[in-house]
């Protein structure tokens, strides 16, 4: 019984996070936070191959994910 190996392509992605205080923008106290998040950003795929490079095992292309949010102190 012959048991190949599994290899991973090198994985590179691109996040980005930032956020601004409302409160300090619109001089009141007690406004939330607003936060903006993006995880993968280029999109970047994800691959799996067998002993040799053109022996894709699995591909995985996630896509970007985006979320916006707030954060409040109570």
Do not use: C
Not at 20 to 37: A, C, I, N, Q, Y
């Amino acid at each position: 019984m012959a048991a190949a190996a599994i290899f991973v392509d090198d994985y590179k992605q691109l996040d980005f996070s930032s956020n601004v205080d409302l409160s300090s923008v619109f001089e009141h106290d007690g406004w939330p936070t607003l936060t903006f998040d993006v995880v993968n950003a280029t999109k970047a795929a994800m691959r799996t191959y067998f002993q040799f490079t053109n022996a894709t095992y699995t591909k995985y292309t996630p896509g970007a994910t985006v979320s916006l949010g707030l954060r409040m102190k109570f």
